[in-house]
């Protein structure tokens, strides 16, 4: 199983970022897919939920409204569109594959970095 996240980098305050997690080694469309961020100093926490057929979403208070989770069966990818981003969102996001509609999965990427700063 890989999971290889992209899409991350340096904005300002406000601006937009769009991460992309491209999967592979296991069948996607069965999957539901997180992402989680991990800030310096904090634990890792839970930023968004899709379900297997994209259906049902869920978010973190912190980022309801601003950010949208999506995925794409056909090209094994989710993907997180953040706007009106803030500088309390700067960390490390990582994506996870698998799990249950409580749980997160066992497979987990390297993370992209987003650093949001003026």
């Known amino acids: 199983v890989q999971i290889v996240e992209s899409g991350g980098g340096l904005v300002q305050p406000g601006e937009s970022l769009r991460l992309s997690c491209a999967v592979s080694?296991?069948?996607?469309?069965?999957?539901?897919m997180r992402w989680y961020r991990q800030a310096p100093g904090k634990e890792r926490e839970w930023v968004a939920y899709?379900?297997?057929?994209?259906?049902?979403?869920n978010y973190a208070d912190s980022v309801k409204g601003r950010f949208t989770i999506s995925r794409d069966n056909a090209k094994n990818t989710v993907y997180l569109q953040m706007n009106n981003l803030k500088s309390e969102d700067t960390a490390v996001y990582y994506c996870?594959?698998?799990?249950?509609?409580?749980?997160?999965?066992?497979?987990w990427g390297q993370g992209t970095q987003v650093t949001v700063s003026s």
């Open positions: 996870n594959a698998g799990g249950t509609t409580i749980s997160p999965g066992n497979y």
């Open positions: 899709i379900s297997m057929e994209g259906i049902t979403t």
């Open positions: 080694g296991f069948t996607f469309s069965t999957a539901r």
